[in-house]
C-alpha cells in the first residue's frame, strides 16, 4: 500500500527553469493538494482538486500551476522558478465523503533549492 | 476565518517526563482538530483528531490530545516521552473545501 507518492525528492533549480513535481495517490481519493512548509508558517496550501477534471486555488497560488486528469495523479508545475519558491513541496489526500472528519495523508515531501 | 497558534517554538523535555505541546485554535462553529508529526527529511504523519464526542482523544504512539471547548485548545500530551518523540509537531484545524490551517509547528527535544 503505497499512499501518497512525491516525486524527486530532491531538486535543484536555475531562476527561470520550469519543473514538474509529481503525486500520485492509490487510495481512490477524490479530495489532492498542494502545500508548501516554510520555517516558521506551518504548511500553506498552494492548489487543490475535489475530484478529476477539477482545480482550485488555494492560500498561495501564484507561479504554480496544475491539473488533474485522473483520480490518481495531480502534479504541480513551477512554470519560472524564483528563489521564494525554495520549500519543501508535500502533497496530500483524503476522501471527500463525511468530508469534515476524514483524515488527510501526506506524501514524503520534494525538497526544492531554487538557485 | 479559522487560525491556530502553536505558542512554543520548541518545547524541551527529560526521557520518562510527561510532555505537553499546546495548540489553541479559532473557529466559527464545531472545531475538527488535528495533530500531524514530521521527522526529519519525512513527510507528515498523522497522530490523531478531535472530530466529537469524547474530549481526550487517544491516537499513535501513546499520543493523546485533550479537546477544551471552553479555553479553545488541543494539547497533545504524552504521559512519558521517549528521545524517539523527538520531531516536529503540528495543530490544524479544518476550514471550507477541505483545507487544513496549520500551526507554525512545535519542535520537540526529548533529552536522554
Known amino acids: 500500500n503505497a499512499g501518497v507518492t512525491q516525486t524527486p525528492k530532491f531538486q535543484v533549480l536555475k531562476t527561470g527553469q520550469s519543473m514538474t513535481l509529481q503525486c500520485a495517490q492509490d487510495?481512490?481519493?477524490?479530495?489532492m493538494s498542494w502545500y508548501r512548509q516554510d520555517p516558521g508558517m506551518g504548511l500553506r496550501l498552494i492548489h487543490y482538486s475535489v475530484g478529476e477534471g477539477t482545480t482550485a486555488k488555494g492560500e498561495v497560488p501564484d507561479g504554480y500551476n496544475v491539473s488533474r486528469s485522473t483520480t490518481e495523479d495531480f502534479p504541480l508545475r513551477l512554470l519560472s522558478a524564483a528563489p521564494s519558491q525554495t520549500s519543501v513541496y508535500f502533497c496530500?489526500?483524503?476522501?471527500?465523503?463525511?468530508?469534515?472528519?476524514?483524515?488527510?495523508?501526506f506524501g514524503e515531501g520534494s525538497w526544492l533549492t531554487v538557485v | 476565518a479559522q487560525s491556530v497558534a502553536q505558542p512554543e517554538d520548541q518545547v524541551n523535555v527529560a526521557e520518562g517526563n510527561p510532555l505537553t505541546v499546546k495548540c489553541t485554535y479559532s473557529?466559527?462553529?464545531?472545531?475538527?482538530l488535528f495533530w500531524y508529526v514530521q521527522y526529519p527529511n519525512r513527510g507528515l504523519q498523522f497522530l490523531l483528531k478531535?472530530?466529537?464526542?469524547?474530549?481526550l482523544v487517544k491516537g499513535s504512539y501513546g499520543f493523546e490530545a485533550e479537546f477544551n471547548k471552553s479555553q479553545t485548545s488541543f494539547h497533545l500530551k504524552k504521559p512519558s516521552a521517549l528521545v524517539s518523540d523527538s520531531a516536529l509537531y503540528f495543530c490544524?484545524?479544518?476550514?471550507?473545501?477541505?483545507?487544513?490551517?496549520f500551526g507554525a509547528g512545535t519542535r520537540l527535544a526529548v533529552h536522554p
Open positions: 487510495m481512490n481519493h477524490e479530495y
Open positions: 478531535y472530530i466529537t464526542g469524547d474530549n
Open positions: 496530500a489526500s483524503s476522501l471527500l465523503a463525511g468530508i469534515s472528519g476524514n483524515t488527510i495523508y
Open positions: 490544524a484545524v479544518r476550514a471550507p473545501f477541505n483545507k487544513l490551517i
Open positions: 473557529v466559527s462553529g464545531n472545531p475538527y
